[in-house]
């Protein structure tokens, strides 16, 4: 399964963004997908996740609260609502995909730029 992550941009502290994770290939098998994050100089950190029909999300604590993940099958896209947005949030943010729940991250996308202004 191939990824496309798209509508990273530059928004003030406070503000809102809404990533779009695209998947491609075969989409026909039933796939957990998840966001990550990396920040210039730091390691990449999970973000939050969701199970194969959406019922199920986890989310890292630094962005409980602000950030809702959701995503529509039918379309076969992913979305992380980002909202009450802060300046260490700024990171190059990818999706990923496994097969099976528990397993590694198999399939990732490009990253797309999130640019949190003070």
């Known amino acids: 399964v191939q990824l496309q992550a798209s509508g990273g941009g530059l928004v003030q502290a406070g503000g809102s963004l809404r990533l779009s994770c695209a998947a491609s290939?075969?989409?026909?098998?039933?796939?957990?997908m998840a966001w990550f994050r990396q920040a210039p100089g730091k390691e990449r950190e999970f973000v939050g996740s969701?199970?194969?029909?959406?019922?199920?999300?986890y989310y890292a604590d630094s962005v409980k609260g602000r950030f809702t993940i959701s995503r529509d099958n039918a379309k076969n896209t992913m979305y992380l609502q980002m909202n009450n947005l802060r300046p260490e949030d700024m990171a190059v943010y990818y999706c990923?995909?496994?097969?099976?729940?528990?397993?590694?991250?198999?399939?990732w996308g490009r990253g797309t730029q999130v640019t949190v202004s003070s």
């Open positions: 969701t199970n194969w029909s959406g019922g199920t999300t």
């Open positions: 990923a995909a496994r097969q099976l729940s528990g397993s590694n991250w198999r399939y």
């Open positions: 290939g075969r989409t026909s098998s039933r796939y957990d």
